[in-house]
């Protein structure tokens, strides 16, 4: 039986910033528009934060009763280690999509963006389908798209909609850069498993790619997102505080390139997730800045 300890390990608590960003991110571009709403923010990061354990417990699951951690590198798994019964963790995979779910009610009914339920279902169904079902789209290469549209572009967007009931160049700008540091950590955590995968038959966009093709886009995501925050200084000057990042980014960039492997690159996907966190608070200090 898993102790509380273990159950916080297999929720992958270093992913969490990649939920709370876009919140941040699509709260500044409500601030931006003059309708910052915090209760609905917070509903936003409630929703985001749920989804992700959900997931988090969902690859558990899925991964463990595959066999695909039988030899695992990295972060602890509550299945593939045997320290839970895989019926448990699904049942805590659903539990977190449901607490996401009755939150996500409480925000659109607040905003009175009833058609987001849709949207709210979808991303659902993306949580648990990546490696979930008979066909999970994260062995077939197609995460990090899933990983950019939802924890990038309707994590951030429906966070601007749910407060200003529009959206603006800035919460475009910042999905896309959101979305894309979020797919730099899947890559760094999809190289480092290069080996099991290919194994196990789990063909992610890593694997498709290739070691030295995967390690490349690592730092183009993270030189593209930076990119897209900087489109907004003619605007918004302020907007050139996310410069601040490049000697974080460097860091990771430079483990990534430099062929480290196995538990060696367990340390960029936390670095990663602090990029993220820190990309989102220099860009809604720009914001606030800006309205100024």
């Given at each position: 039986m898993a102790t509380t300890?273990?159950?916080?390990?297999?929720?992958?608590?270093?992913?969490?910033?990649m939920a709370i960003a876009p919140v941040i991110v699509g709260s500044a571009a409500a601030y931006g528009l003059g309708s910052f709403r915090p209760l609905n923010a917070l509903l936003a990061a409630l929703v985001s934060v749920m989804l992700q354990v959900g997931v988090n417990y969902a690859n558990d699951y899925s991964d463990g009763i595959r066999g695909t951690d039988d030899n695992r590198?990295?972060?602890?798994?509550?299945?593939?280690?045997g320290a839970a019964a895989p019926g448990t963790v699904k049942r805590a995979?659903?539990?977190?999509?449901?607490?996401?779910a009755l939150f996500g009610l409480v925000l659109v009914a607040l905003s009175g963006t009833w058609w987001l339920i849709i949207l709210g279902a979808l991303s659902v169904l993306?949580?648990?389908?990546?490696t979930g079902g008979k066909r999970p789209y994260g062995y077939l290469g197609l995460g990090d798209l899933f990983v950019f549209v939802f924890f990038g572009l309707v994590a951030?967007?429906?966070?601007?909609?749910?407060?200003?009931?529009?959206l603006n160049g800035a919460a475009w700008?910042?999905?896309?850069?959101?979305?894309?540091?979020?797919?730099?950590?899947?890559?760094?955590?999809n190289v480092r498993d290069i080996p099991t995968d290919r194994v196990a038959g789990k063909r992610t966009l890593a694997v498709r790619l290739g070691d030295v093709a995967a390690r490349r886009s690592y730092p183009a995501m993270l030189g593209i997102a930076i990119l897209a925050a900087l489109l907004l200084t003619p605007s918004n000057p302020w907007m050139l505080l996310v410069l601040v990042l490049i000697p974080a980014a460097a860091v990771p960039s430079r483990t990534m390139l430099s062929g480290t492997a196995g538990p060696g690159l367990i340390p960029v996907l936390q670095q990663t997730g602090f990029i993220n966190l820190g990309f989102s608070l220099l860009f809604g200090v720009a914001e606030v800045l800006g309205r100024a």
């Open positions: 300890a273990q159950w916080v390990h297999g929720a992958r608590p270093r992913t969490l910033p590198v990295g972060p602890f798994r509550l299945v593939g280690s995979a659903f539990l977190s999509f449901g607490a996401a993306a949580a648990w389908g990546y951030t967007l429906g966070t601007t909609y749910t407060q200003a009931l529009t700008a910042g999905a896309v850069a959101t979305g894309l540091i979020a797919d730099a950590l899947l890559m760094a955590n």
